[in-house]
């Protein structure tokens, strides 16, 4: 855990791999839509990706929605959420990782963050909150909105691991870039976050 520790902060001090480790995973059609600008009414939102090292694995817990949610139905995502008031992108992502996951704040050491991404469909401009802590034993989901938690292996999701899946946008079914893992497809602007932190993570066994 040091080592990892010790490799992002030094990581984190360097040009993030940005807009164009991201752009690898956009969904068709939209455009580079997701660099932004926001516009000034965009919902200021904030997510988790939490570093796991164990026995060797790095890995990142994901969240599966629902299938009975009226938004984002089944989706893999990051825990996260809006920004209450005068909370800070970092407390925003640390307290919703805690109510969707039951990951207590002290379990989590924030080191940074990666490149936010303005997800236009929503309206939300989102900033990934780079933390690492150790797993916990189990997760404690909210069951109003999670069907379960999903660790995310990062040898997984590289480059080399594009696959796609075909999904409804705009009243057309595309078919867009994603990540395969357990049975879950993983596309969108999470995707688009996984790809930078993968990137980010890429010379880290070298």
């Known amino acids: 855990m040091e080592e990892l520790k010790e490799y ?24 580079g839509r997701h660099r932004g600008p926001a516009p000034g009414y965009a919902r200021r939102a904030s997510v988790m990706l939490l570093l796991h090292a164990d026995d060797g694995e790095i890995t990142v817990p994901m969240v599966k929605r629902r299938d009975d ?5 089944g989706e893999m995502a990051f825990p996260g959420g809006g920004l209450e008031r005068d909370e800070s992108w970092t ?20 080191l940074g963050m990666l490149t936010p991404l303005y ?12 933390g690492v802590g150790k797993r916990p034993p189990s997760y404690k989901i909210d069951e109003a909105e999670i069907d379960r938690v999903i660790d995310v292996p990062l040898e997984v999701v590289g480059t080399g691991r594009v696959g796609t899946t ?19 497809e993983i596309w ?4 688009m976050m996984l790809a930078e932190l993968s990137a980010l993570m890429s010379d880290f066994s070298r």
């Not at 992002?8 to 455009?31: T, V």
């Open 8 to 31: 992002l902060r030094n990581r984190l001090n360097k040009s993030l791999p940005g807009a164009k480790a991201q752009m690898a995973l956009e969904p068709a059609m939209s455009y």
């Open 91 to 110: 407390q925003a992502a640390v307290r919703e990782c805690f109510e969707e996951t039951g990951i207590r704040p002290e379990q989590i050491e924030v």
């Open 166 to 184: 075909v999904r409804h946008l705009a009243g057309v079914f595309r078919k867009v870039p994603c990540f395969h893992v357990e049975n879950a």
């Open 188 to 191: 969108g602007a999470s995707a």
């Open 119 to 130: 997800v236009f469909g929503s309206v939300n401009l989102v900033m990934p909150v780079l």
């Open 69 to 73: 949610l009226a938004f984002h139905p």
